[in-house]
C-alpha cells in the first residue's frame, strides 16, 4: 500500500515540476495600438508578478504584451519603449563584472 503511495506521489510531483517550468517565457514582444513591434527581448518589460492589465497600459496605451517560450526572433531585441532602454542597460550593469577604480600615475 505504502509502495503504491509512493507512486502517485512521485508521479504528481513529476508532473507539477513539468507543468512549472511552462510559467517561464523565453521572448516577450510588445506591440503598439498600431500593431507595430516596439519591445521585443528575453527580459519582461513590466512587473510580471502584478496583472498585466494594469501594467501593460502604462507602457503601451492600447498595446499588447505577447510572450511565449520559442526563442525564435528575439535575438533581435527592440526597445522602443520609453524608459526601456535605460532599464535594459540598467540591467546588463548590474550583471556586468565591478571594475577597478582607476588612479592616475604621474
Known amino acids: 500500500?505504502?509502495?503504491i503511495r509512493l507512486a502517485k506521489t512521485a508521479a504528481a510531483a513529476l508532473a507539477a515540476g513539468l507543468f512549472a517550468q511552462g510559467?517561464?517565457?523565453?521572448c516577450y514582444v510588445v506591440?503598439?495600438?498600431n500593431k507595430q513591434i516596439i519591445y521585443r527581448s528575453q527580459m519582461p518589460p513590466v512587473d510580471m508578478s502584478r496583472p498585466l492589465h494594469e501594467t501593460v497600459p502604462q507602457i503601451a496605451p492600447g498595446g499588447t504584451l505577447v510572450f511565449s517560450l520559442d526563442m525564435s526572433g528575439c535575438e533581435?531585441?527592440?526597445h522602443?519603449?520609453?524608459?526601456?532602454?535605460?532599464?535594459?542597460a540598467?540591467?546588463?550593469?548590474?550583471?556586468?563584472?565591478?571594475r577597478a577604480p582607476r588612479t592616475?600615475?604621474?
Open 104 to 106: 592616475e600615475r604621474r
Open 23 to 26: 510559467g517561464w517565457a523565453a
Open 90 to 98: 540598467a540591467a546588463a550593469d548590474a550583471a556586468a563584472p565591478a
Open 31 to 33: 506591440y503598439d495600438a
Open 1 to 3: 500500500m505504502t509502495v
Open 80 to 88: 522602443k519603449l520609453p524608459g526601456a532602454a535605460d532599464a535594459h
Open 76 to 78: 533581435l531585441e527592440i
